[in-house]
């Protein structure tokens, strides 16, 4: 599982941080940190974390 | 014969659906009928960057497109099998019968019947004025609203509620003369609390937004040629303008569905599991759903929050997977709302059940510095039910959220 973030797009609501914590970091106002090929074991949150971003910014590609 | 799933209404809550039956195991047919002429796309931007960014000298229907082209969702299934009929209503249905009229004339019937038709805005019982009078749900209303900010000096906003705020805050960015009219004590009041829904004013306030509190409007004033001029408030007053914008509510559209026996009487009555009280295939999501929900144990409610659409589409396509399927599906618990409003700079962000609290608390950060963070925590009998921050990183966030989902496990939160 990859997971694709569009810094374009996102608005640094966190959201995803929250949701998918051992996924994505939100360092501060306008820094995401994310791992990129989470373990297969953390795809729930990670597709919580996708429906849940405001700006709709994350993808994941199998 | 391939069976098929009616989903009525194509923004987020129907594409949700789509994308949830799928996920469940719908192979056969699915049929999206959404009234708007575009696919789904994100309308929490049409308050703000659109209204902002967009060319004030574009045709609105071209604006239009391009806003509903700019902010269209992804569609994460394969397209195979599944049709969109856009720009078309649906006027009527006959549940017994498992049909579904449009309003190009056709007759469609299904195997299971999503409703995901979702909000229109309510507007001010007086007439006249038109050309001056907008509301914000729909990509052509923000084209329409772009173009009439950009021509106008003075705007007055009836509804002191998040989407009046957030129009508030553009409209004054863009340079106008900008009047909120809120009949409550603040605007945002039920979702804030009084603390902080009066920190927000005063950022408003201080960035040259006028809010007129604890007034409604009483008549509207046409010029000599009939357009907007103004509004009359109920104690005489009169507030000039030549954009007014009707931020005052939603109904849910459900008047397709009358002549069913159902529970109309706001937003279609659902069970815990999504399905319409009564039916055996039939499910609603999203804004034009009244339900339940996890933190609220009575009385059924509509969630106007962006996150229900997700959340009970999450619920109800493998429920309704199931029934037609003739299986049995285990449904888990529901996930916390959350809610977000940016305004000027500001952004408030909320967790769980925050609308009008027993109590709300200050938790960390003060309201008097409110700008640089603050998280207010609303209660109801004695137990944590949501939290508000402004200004706050996700990670402090956190704990509040655990204490949130504890609370709602141990205590039957009555609204």
Not at chain 1, 22 to 51: C, I, M, Q, Y
Request: proline fraction near 5%.
């Amino acid at each position: 599982m990859k997971v694709l973030v569009d810094l374009d797009v996102c608005e640094y609501h966190g959201q995803c941080a929250i949701a998918a914590p051992d996924v994505f970091d939100l360092k501060d106002e306008s820094t995401l940190l994310w791992d990129a090929e989470p373990d297969e074991a953390l795809r729930a949150d990670v597709e919580a974390a996708a429906d849940v971003c405001p700006t709709q910014a994350i993808s994941i590609q199998d | 014969m391939t069976r098929r799933v009616i989903v009525a209404g194509a923004s987020l809550g129907g594409l949700r659906a789509v994308e949830r039956l799928r996920a469940a195991g719908w192979r056969e047919d699915i049929t999206v009928i959404g009234s708007e002429p575009h696919m789904p796309y994100n309308r929490p931007p049409l308050s703000k960057s659109f209204l902002r960014e967009l060319d004030p000298n574009s045709d609105t229907h071209s604006a239009a497109r391009e806003i509903a082209a700019s902010a269209a969702f992804p569609v994460r299934v394969d397209p195979a099998g599944i049709e969109w009929r856009l720009g078309r209503t649906v006027t009527a249905a006959r549940l017994a019968a498992r049909e579904v009229d449009l309003d190009d004339g056709t007759t469609l019937s299904y195997d299971g019947l999503v409703i995901a038709t979702g909000l229109r805005p309510r507007r001010l019982g007086f007439t006249g004025g038109d050309a001056g009078r907008h509301v914000l749900r729909t990509a052509h209303d923000a084209a329409r609203l772009r173009v009439a900010l950009a021509k106008a000096g003075r705007v007055v906003i009836v509804g002191g509620g998040f989407i009046g705020c957030e129009v508030a805050a553009t409209a004054r960015q863009l340079g106008c003369e900008v009047t909120v009219v809120e009949p409550l004590p603040e605007p945002m009041l039920a979702a804030l609390g009084g603390g902080l829904a009066a920190a927000m004013r005063g950022h408003h306030e201080r960035r040259g937004v006028r809010f007129v509190l604890g007034r409604a409007v009483a008549a509207l004033r046409e010029d000599a040629s009939g357009a907007m001029a103004g509004i009359e408030l109920d104690d005489g007053t009169p507030i000039a303008c030549e954009v007014l914008v009707e931020a005052i509510g939603s109904h849910p559209n459900i008047e397709w569905l009358a002549g069913n026996g159902l529970d109309l009487s706001n937003g279609v009555l659902c069970d815990d599991r999504m399905f319409v009280e009564g039916c055996s295939e039939v499910v609603a999501v999203g804004d034009v759903a009244r339900y339940r929900g996890g933190l609220c144990a009575d009385p059924p409610r509509r969630t106007e929050h962006w996150c229900a659409a997700t959340d009970t589409a999450r619920r109800a396509a493998p429920g309704l997977v199931a029934q037609l399927d003739g299986v049995t599906t285990e449904l888990g618990p529901w996930p916390i709302p959350t809610f977000w409003t940016d305004q000027f700079d500001l952004r408030v962000q909320g967790l769980g059940v925050t609308g009008a609290a027993d109590e709300y608390t200050v938790l960390e950060g003060s309201l008097e510095q409110f700008e640089r963070g603050v998280i207010v925590g609303a209660w109801r009998t004695g137990a944590l039910t949501g939290v508000l921050a402004v200004g706050v990183p996700p990670a402090f966030l956190r704990p509040y959220r655990d204490q949130v989902m504890a609370a709602s496990s141990q205590t039957s939160v009555t609204v």
